[in-house]
């Protein structure tokens, strides 16, 4: 694989700010002692305001549910931001963490999925740091569990048990317990098998990498394991190595580019190589200017930030939106897809959303669907590896990305790419996924998205799409749910049958191609007039009169297509 694709960016651009990167660049100016530096934080301060939902939670994106991701990173930045511009963190933030505490002990990313360290490391920064409270004392027994056979530190007690450690979960595990006890008191695990565990991830060049057996050294690797080893009170195996491994991913802007031989200065490598320094006690006045200056330049007109000067930040989910929606030219296409094929990260293989980001699972399904590596079989085998025999969860389900609990969304798109891709070396692991949809059932025929959450249009025929691709489902039931949800004048609701919205009628239309069912043209075609807007793009639902942006107009359009003579086969996506 080579980035010279990557530093021209030759994929789609949103525009938009990503709350990652916000609390990424935020965070970092303040370690600098920079935040002065930021113009109009007042205007941040909007941007993350607009992500809580009225359950006091944070989502991803306006609209989507509240999730532990996104409420640490919209309350830390907004305590991070300037006093006169923070704008109020409302007390239900705090009742909406405990609303996802675990009875294991552990935190979910959202109330009734599975517990991991992940969303519990969120969970106990924010509700320490934030609000002032201590997480429940079953907590140090959960973090006791993840300690694995080698010495590390899983992402749940049940992937302790396989004993898949990374670095990732040690830091997270070891700051929940340094956060909730100053770290004052005993420690969960056995300290010098973690030490030792850690420092053997250090190598001989001075970085450090996840997990065992991985490559490519790693900057944001680097940073977890030299915090994971501060919060012990233990130093690198040769900190002075790690230290000038950390400079030398200094680039001719003055700041971080994330890994040896990648060219891009992005946000998430300014952060990790002015985190991993500090954790180290090293000088930071000498680089600072350069990292401010670079790091202000990722600004866009909303307020927050992306990873690279925005007029570059392109990402793999506006790009395959662009590309499936017929929207690029010829040459354009080409391009952009070369530019979505080399949107993988070291030791992993997987597409991402932003490059130097990890690996998701959607992400991975719309690049696959756009065409990513259509004449690439290799590299098709390496992506149903990472599906199989990287990030499959103990319960047979996939999160959005390593190590996060499973839901119905990823599991149904990790089911449609082993379809697409697999062999019969998957078919055990559809299996396990079957096993997984079937926790999620609510009623009879009826899922939600992860267990022991409501039922919805989009779970349950996401669950059966997922049950189809891997041991067979009776179309009968995807038709009850589609009569449940169908709105008389045009279209599907997720909830009830009264509201539509564009998501789920796509998810209507697909769910039925796929088992074969009858539909009509007509319902679908007033729906698509509710929500055609006039700029030819598509709303979310009738009652938005503006587009949806990139992901709601590649929708509209691929479900036009369905409608032309042509009839042309919807794409098996899943968003939400």
Known sequence: MTYDTLLRSSGVV?????????????RTLGWLGRVGDLPSPETAAGFLASRQNSDGGFAWSAGMSSDAWATYYCTQTLADLPTSSRGTVRASSSAWVWSAAHPDGGFAMTPGQASDVWATYYAVRTLVEIFGEQPPPALFDWLAALQAEDGGLAWSPAHAKGGASDVRACYYAVTAWHTATGGEGPLPWDRERLTSWLRGRQSAAGGFTFQEGDETDCLWATFRATGALSRLDETPRDPEGCVAWIRARLGPTGSFTRW???PVPDVWAAFCGVGALRELGAELDGLADGVVETVLSFRTPQGGFTYRTPGLASDVL???????????SETGEREALRWTESCMLPNENGIMYMPGRGSEVRCTLWALSAGA???DAPARARIAGWLTDGIQNPDGGFGYWEGRASDIVSTAAAAEILHRIGG?????HLRDIAEYVASCETAPGQYANVPGGRSTLRATLQALRARHRAVGADGALAGEALARHRVRGGGYANEGNRVPDLLSTYEAVLAADTFGLDWDSGHLAKFLDSVRTADAGFAWTPLMATSGGPLADCLGRRLELRLSPERHTLPPLALS
């Open 424 to 428: 019969d070396s998957v078919v055990g």
């Open 260 to 262: 040896p031989g990648y």
């Open 373 to 375: 590596f259509e004449e």
């Open 318 to 328: 506006t790009t395959s939106a662009h590309l499936m929606a017929g929207r690029l």
């Open 14 to 26: 949103s525009g938009e700010s990503d709350l990652w990167c916000t609390y990424a660049a935020v």
